[in-house]
């Protein structure tokens, strides 16, 4: 069973660090820093979320392999 709070969160992260890739590779980031640095705290925020919440979820321990790749510690 997957914890629904579990993956909201993972779909916003995901969802701003793939912001945040499309911002690095294109014009976009040369044509404002800042944008670029709100998508990436915005994708900081959302991951500190998916992780603070899988920390104390009751579900997080039959579903950290399914970690989204970038949170996962090598």
């Known amino acids: 069973m997957d914890c629904p709070i579990c993956k ?3 779909r916003t992260f995901e969802g701003w660090n ?3 890739m499309r ?3 294109s014009l ?3 044509v404002s820093n800042r944008f670029a ?3 990436n705290v915005e994708m900081e ?3 500190s979320e998916l992780q603070m919440h899988r920390s104390v979820c009751t579900f ?3 579903t950290r392999a399914g970690f989204p ?3 996962q510690v090598h």
Do not use: G, N
């Open 8 to 10: 909201r969160l993972e």
């Open 18 to 20: 793939s912001e945040c």
């Open 23 to 25: 911002a690095r590779s």
């Open 28 to 30: 976009y980031c040369s």
């Open 37 to 39: 640095a709100y998508d």
């Open 45 to 47: 925020r959302a991951k």
């Open 60 to 62: 997080a321990d039959t």
């Open 69 to 71: 790749r970038a949170l």
